[in-house]
């Protein structure tokens, strides 16, 4: 039983209790629909999560990542539904915009099977143009990195260019590339592409000399001494800039697929919000940030896996 | 015959402060199987001279020459220990030693590569740790590895950089031993030329068949040393005798003089 007490978190708990009460109480305002059902089972849902995580999960940093984020949502939805319809609140006239948790999560439900089309097609379209990034930027940033004369001019150069925003080459890249679809891949290239390239130029300068000087003197050619070598040393430093990458191809998707895309996550919010269709949107958003995480999540455990000879 | 022969070598070495002269006028040989230890504190340009050797310094003036054909860059000819760093982090232990090899000898299929790889680190004592990275080894595990490495590639030169400068005294003694184990090997082989550069007299002593003592700023030979203790050599035994005091006597005087101050701090700060 004292186990039992010392694994519940009470915060959490607690929070979620008062999302409940906050239910109950008389709502204000009512200019949009809302299904405060899927509130309610969004937060019973979370909340067998939270205690799933709570007496399952044995690492207590780990626990307590879990169980603070589903305390943060809980907290989150309170306010979200008190701003929305508990309180008759001055930005509530233009109730659109500031749809309430039901509403946006009753269309996330119904809209399921087209999100995952979006999410589908988005992801085929950030993971085309970050392959395209990754493997010429870092070619390129080895190449650079290694040969220290052109490499100063070119940092200056990269960073010029790389403090350019995707956003205006999307007309240049709509003209000269042949489908919509190749612009859109450009964006996510262009996106992507500067980050890793300062990153990798800078492992590549980082590199500890000695690394160097033990495979020099194993008579290592041009092209081992780079891949095998210099690559693998800077890997730390490239994930860096290769996460970056990732952030700034998902921040863009939107811009990416307001060319001439049908279908996307980025397309879908844009394409609500255009029409006025906030809550919709909203469920958007809120996808493109579960994805994220997701991704995150995933590329972390690439990162973990391929640096694991790296001492934590 | 002379393996190794180095003929007036001067080597300017430039940083912010400006240029200075870390080697002067340095001459000497080494003959092929000899064991030769290159002793001096710390800046006094011994790395230098073991750089200029692996091929990855080249001299302002002066030459090097093995095998009587000038040294114009690292050759696989030569096999080196460093003091860190020798091994590369991203490889296990036995990828490392399996990538000196494929450098060495190109016709080695990649199974032959592992098997020699296990082979040496049988040697070395490190059986079991084939799969371990750099980092979850000790230090002297790690530089056991290296020699594992440098002697799987069956050189005829090795090359050593203070390659024991990290390890505590007491895995040091078991290190300079297993070393000249294996260097000794069963008497029949070639025996290799090694050049082993360190600032631990009783280390330089007790492995070397000669020694070379190299002054400070610029570095100048100071004096060499004959070393005649029987091989094999244990340290127990060699420790005790006179002729040893005797010679670490000579070699310490020396060593303080030549070295006036500096070397006496460096010492006290270990």
Redesign the interface.
């Known amino acids: 039983m004292k186990w039992i007490l010392k694994r519940l978190p009470i915060v959490p708990n607690a929070l979620f209790i008062a999302l409940l009460l906050t239910g109950l109480l008389p709502d204000k305002t009512y200019r949009i629909a809302d299904h405060p059902s899927y509130t309610v089972g969004l937060a019973i849902a979370l909340e067998v999560l939270l205690l799933a995580i709570s007496f399952l999960v044995k690492k207590e940093s780990l626990r307590h990542i879990f169980t603070d984020v589903l305390g943060i949502i809980f907290a989150f939805l309170i306010f979200w539904i008190l701003a929305t319809i508990k309180f008759d609140l001055p930005g509530n006239a233009k109730q659109a915009v500031f749809p309430p948790p039901g509403a946006v999560l009753e269309k996330f439900t119904m809209d399921f099977g087209q999100t995952l089309t979006n999410i589908k097609d988005s992801l085929a379209l950030i993971f085309h143009g970050y392959l395209i990034a990754v493997l010429t930027a870092i070619p390129l940033g080895l190449f650079l990195g290694w040969n220290v004369r052109i490499g100063a001019a070119a940092g200056y150069i990269a960073k010029f260019l790389g403090s350019i925003s995707p956003i205006v080459y999307i007309p240049y890249a709509i003209v000269l590339l042949p489908t919509f679809r190749a612009a859109s891949v450009f964006v996510i290239v262009i996106a992507s592409f500067w980050p890793i390239l300062a990153s990798t130029m800078s492992g590549v300068l980082n590199v ?1 000399k ?2 160097i ?8 050619g041009r092209f081992t001494m780079l891949f ?2 210099i690559l ?2 800077s ?1 730390p430093q490239i994930f860096i800039g290769c996460n970056q990458g990732l952030s700034i191809s998902f921040i863009l998707l939107v811009s990416a697929e307001m060319i001439g895309a049908r279908s996307g996550l980025g397309y879908f919010v844009n394409n609500y919000a255009n029409f006025g269709n906030y809550t919709t949107a909203l469920a958007g958003v809120i996808t493109i940030g579960i994805v994220v995480t997701v991704i995150t999540f995933l590329f972390n455990l690439l990162q973990r896996f391929l640096l ?4 934590a | 015959m002379n393996k190794i022969e180095i003929g007036n070598i001067q080597a300017e070495y430039t940083d912010k402060n400006g240029t200075f002269l870390a080697l002067k006028n340095v001459s000497f040989a080494v003959r092929e199987g000899e064991f030769v230890s290159i002793i001096g504190s710390s800046g006094c340009g011994k790395s230098t001279l073991l ?1 200029i050797l ?3 310094i080249s001299p302002t003036s002066g030459n090097a020459f093995i095998d009587g054909q000038p040294i114009t860059g ?3 000819n ?3 220990v ?1 003091q ?8 296990t232990v036995r990828k490392n030693i399996a ?2 090899l494929k ?2 000898k190109k016709d080695l299929t990649r199974n032959e590569r592992y098997e020699t790889a296990n082979i040496f680190l049988k040697k070395v004592g490190l059986t079991g740790f084939e799969h371990k ?3 979850q080894l000790s230090g002297g595990m790690q530089q056991r590895a290296a020699i594992a490495r440098a002697l799987a590639m069956d050189t005829d030169i090795l ?1 050593m950089d203070e390659p024991f400068g990290a390890i505590d005294a007491k895995n040091r003694s078991n290190m300079q031993e297993l070393l000249l184990t294996l260097w000794e090997g069963d008497g029949r082989s070639k025996k290799k030329t090694v050049v082993f550069v360190t600032h631990d007299i009783d280390e330089a002593i007790f492995l070397s068949d000669r020694i070379i003592m190299l002054s400070n700023s610029p570095g100048q030979i100071a004096a060499e040393f004959d070393v005649h203790f029987p091989r094999p050599r244990i340290h127990s035994t060699i420790r005790e005798t006179g002729e040893y005091i005797n010679l670490r006597n000579k070699l310490m005087a020396l060593f303080y003089d030549e070295n006036t101050g500096v070397a006496a701090t460096e010492e006290y700060a270990i």
């Open positions: 500890e000695r690394i000087d033990s495979a020099k003197t194993l008579c290592v095998r070598i693998p040393a890997l694991r000879w790296k001492q | 750089g692996q091929g990855i690292p050759g696989t030569r096999a080196a460093f860190h760093y020798s091994l590369f982090p991203w490889m990538f000196g450098q060495a990275y750099p980092f090359l």
